[in-house]
């Protein structure tokens, strides 16, 4: 099974195990949980990057699901103010920030991460509703990139006294229910 596979197998798991049907997704790309969350004809998405991520605009267009996603282009730092609170009954964190520079720089990058990352568990966690559902991605990353990712969830998790729990893979996501 290749990294992806299980990525999309744990996504489908979670949404198999929780059913929710309003998803709010942060970072999309090429479309690949963009896709998969479409595939399912009950849920409605809601989805942010700071990219056109035109792969998946053409995923969406040829799933016949343009009427059930939601797509804004910016800043997540931006536009999560913008959405309602109690709305979504599941957050999909997936963002892969840059330093403070634009640039990938592991170290630079590695703190960058962590802080964008906590704040925006905390807006997330803030924006659903009793029940709800928090997803962050790579909180395992066997590569040794994206440490912020699993610091910040780690972190927030202790602070609040919030259990979670995680799906393996290489990738591996924490799934926090409010
Ligand atoms: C790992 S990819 C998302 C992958 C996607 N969830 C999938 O399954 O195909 C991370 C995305 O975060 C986006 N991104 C980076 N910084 C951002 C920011 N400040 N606001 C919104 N999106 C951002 C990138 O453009 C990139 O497309």
Redesign the pocket.
């Known amino acids: 099974m290749t990294a992806m596979d299980e990525?999309k197998r744990n996504l489908n798991s979670i949404l198999l195990t929780y059913k929710p049907t309003r998803i709010l997704?942060?970072?999309?790309?090429?479309?690949?949980?963009?896709e998969l969350f479409l595939s399912h004809p009950n849920i409605k998405l809601s989805s942010?990057?700071?990219?056109e991520?035109k792969g998946a605009k053409a995923r969406v267009k040829s799933l016949k699901a343009d009427n059930r996603w939601d797509f804004k282009v910016?800043?997540?730092?931006k536009l999560l103010a913008t959405y309602e609170k109690d709305y979504f009954d599941m957050i999909f964190m997936?963002?892969?920030?840059?330093d403070a520079t634009g640039g990938m720089d592991e170290k630079g990058s590695a703190i960058h991460e962590y802080t964008s990352w906590l704040r925006d568990i905390k807006r997330c966690f803030a924006l659903l509703p009793n029940r709800g559902i928090l997803v962050t991605?790579d909180y395992i990353r066997q590569t040794g990139t994206r440490s912020g990712h699993r610091k910040a969830t780690s972190d927030f998790a202790i602070e609040n006294g919030r259990p979670f729990t995680v799906y393996p893979s290489r990738g591996g996501m924490a799934v926090f229910v409010k």
């Open positions: 990525y997704e942060l970072g999309v790309e090429e479309g690949i949980s963009t942010v990057d700071i990219l991520c910016g800043d997540v730092d997936d963002v892969t920030y840059y991605n």
